[in-house]
């Protein structure tokens, strides 16, 4: 890409640095030496504000902006230094010239025997030097010498102060000069480094060589208006004598003005497509890149209606959606789509955010479309399904809702998954179809379904099943009705129990809820399920194995990790986890209740939560055992079916069968299930299972003999 302007004229400083336009990034000026306002030491609004004139100050040069006038510590007076070409001295800030009453004027005395004459200007006065009395210098001209031709741009020391001669007057050299030296003819073109930065001496002093009067030259009439390159900047030269650095369309295109007002431009830089728009900002007129082209697009477009659908300006293949909501939401109303977006296509509309979950026909094809609007990006028309087509967009104003085709419920549901959620048609089970439409009740009340005839139940959820599992129906709500129990409270926690008596022998008619830290859970880890199944625990908890161990009598060291070689509780009554008074049932002591209900596995199953998948049987509960389908758990999971409970009894020695013959790490369990066919199944005790597993512990009274 050239430049659309020939630069004529440009200053010598140009042409001497060509090759330091890539000095830095810094595009901002220091300029010292550069004019009168930028030789003063310091200045104040008012000569009342100067400080006393001590001898510190002495011969420092202060400007005071009221009189327009600079005035130098003179012992002990501060005296106003002219402009003219004869000095005049003001004393007490009042000002005398060379008028008629002036006594030391030229006429009166030969300037040339001045006593204010430099040392190191003696004899060397030229044409153009100012004849001046000794009482009109100041004390740094006295020192030396008048700042005249003879001894323009040079310097000068008094005490630890350097002077500089410029456009006639002495000033004090102070800042970054006093590192780099003054900049200076005999310097010109020099360069100096300092805090990181680089300068060059030219006609206006320093000037750091990042800075576009090193690059270009300095700012002047001649050149106002120009635009010019540097790297991936342009820069105007304004009329103000600054360069100011401007925008890509400024180079190419001009400069931005009322005709131009709001026009959209397209260029091309390192390959890459641009877009700028001409605003007015602050009453002045600039080129403004926009964010890509999805903003160039829509740039000029009015305000539109919610559906409304174009194609872009700039990119023809980009639809644009008019989107009313976003627009009040977010302040945005143009949406881009994608460029295969069907909202841009001919017999469709809009997909927006107020017409999200609606349906529509292609008018070309009759195909049906949803407005699917996700948090994510814009609203998009997607392909509709057959349950969407004939049963409306599943959304939150009918969720819950069932609908029946081909013989099967179907539900609206918001479903949660790991790469969507969202509202959903889905299959119903029984509990969508059987309470659709049924008030809310009360707390404990229970109804047939209107389609199976299922009971359900009303809980802190809502209707949920009863003859089918569910952990919102109470633990209370599963006893045996009518039934007498007796009670255990757990002097531990003070927890109480229901208890039945089965034959010749005392059960719990729950599960245990004794907490052992780090050895027992709540199924799913919720506390709520523990309020209704108890705990789970690891063989080695259920038997107490740290008190086994500690057995003075006849320690055993029987938990996880140790075999039977070391562990032998044969004939031994295990206390275990359960309270006192209480032990942990063997597999011996699982077979007497079992046969005392008459090896009728249903007798000891609650009469409701057992069916699953229509396999499962719910139980008769003649017992009051009151057995639960809430599962086990393994490291890291926990399954729900049937009912698992720990012996303690070890396996080996034909005492238990582990399944896979490691008798070491596994101990027996005994399972009350609910599908297998025959009796003998749905009861299993003396099978061995892995010591970490997580089972449910029943414990049984100990005998009063």
Known sequence: ??????????????????????????????????????????????????????????????????????????????????????SSSSKGGKSSSSGKDDKSSSSDKDSSSSKGESSSSKGDDSSDSKDVSSSSLSSVEKALGVC??????????????????????????????????????????????????????????????????????????????????????????????????????????????EALLD???????????????????????VWKELNGVNQADVYRWP??????????????????????????????????????????????????????????????????????????????????????????????????????????????????????????????DPVDYDTYHWEKGKIGDTAPGDVTGELYYYGKNGWTYLTRWSWDVPLEVRFKKDFSYGTLEDGRDNKVYKTVKIGEQTWMAENLNYIVPGQSWCFKDSSEYCKVGGRLYTWGAAIDSAALANDLNDPQTCGQDHGIESCDLTGKVVKGVCPKGWHLPSAEEWTTLYEAVGSDPE????????????????????????????GYGIIGDFYRLDAYFWTSTLCGDGRCNPGNGDTDTYAG?????????????????????????????????DSED
């Open 669 to 701: 369990y005994t399972r009350i299930g609910g599908w297998e066919s025959s009796a003998s199944k749905r009861f299993i005790t003396g099978e061995g299972r892995d010591k970490k597993t997580r089972y449910s512990v029943r414990c049984v009274k």
């Open 603 to 630: 007798a000891l199953k609650s009469e409701t939560g057992w069916i699953l998948a229509d396999k499962y049987l719910n139980g008769t509960n003649e017992s009051g055992f009151t057995a639960l389908p809430i």
């Open 263 to 285: 026009t959209v431009v397209e260029l091309m830089e390192w390959g890459l497509n641009k877009y700028f728009s001409c605003e007015k900002v602050d009453k002045e007129y």
């Open 148 to 257: 005249d031709s003879t001894k323009a741009d040079s310097l000068g020391k008094i005490e630890k102060k350097t002077y500089f001669c410029k456009d006639g007057k002495w000033r004090v050299v102070g800042g970054m000069e006093e590192v780099i030296g003054v900049c200076r003819k005999a310097i010109y073109d020099s360069i100096a480094t300092t805090a990181g930065h680089t300068y060059i001496c030219g006609e206006y002093g320093w000037i750091n060589v990042a800075s576009p009067e090193a690059k270009f030259g300095q700012c002047t009439e001649a050149i106002a208006d120009t635009v010019v390159k540097s790297g991936d900047s342009y820069y105007r030269c304004l009329e103000s004598g600054k360069w100011r650095e401007v925008a890509l369309a400024e180079y190419e295109v001009g400069k931005c003005s």
């Open 303 to 428: 305000e539109g209606k919610d559906g409304d659908a174009r194609w872009g300006d700039f990119d023809t293949s980009a639809c644009y959606v008019y989107d009313s909501e976003n627009k009040k939401d977010y302040g945005q109303g143009w949406l881009h789509h994608p460029k295969d977006s069907l909202s841009c296509m001919k017999g469709m509309t809009g997909c927006t955010f107020l017409r999200a979950d609606t349906l529509i026909k292609n008018g070309e094809t009759g195909e049906s479309y949803k407005c699917y609007a996700s948090t994510m990006g814009s609203p998009v028309w997607v392909k509709a399904s057959e349950m969407e087509i004939e049963f409306g967009v599943c959304r939150e104003a009918i969720v819950d809702s069932v609908f029946k085709k081909d013989d099967k419920y179907h539900v609206c549901k918001y479903y949660v998954y790991q790469s969507y959620s969202g509202y959903t048609w889905g299959d119903a």
């Open 1 to 86: 890409m050239t430049s659309k302007f020939v630069l004529k004229g440009m200053l010598p400083l140009c042409a001497s640095f060509a090759l330091l336009a890539a000095c830095g990034d810094d595009d901002s000026s220091s300029v010292f030496g550069g004019g009168e306002s930028s030789t003063k030491k310091e200045s104040v609004e008012k000569f009342k504000n100067l400080e006393k004139c001590t001898k510190s100050l002495d011969g420092d040069t202060v400007y005071v902006e009221a009189d327009e006038a600079d005035y130098v510590c003179d012992d002990g007076e501060w005296v106003k230094v002219s402009d003219e070409d004869e």
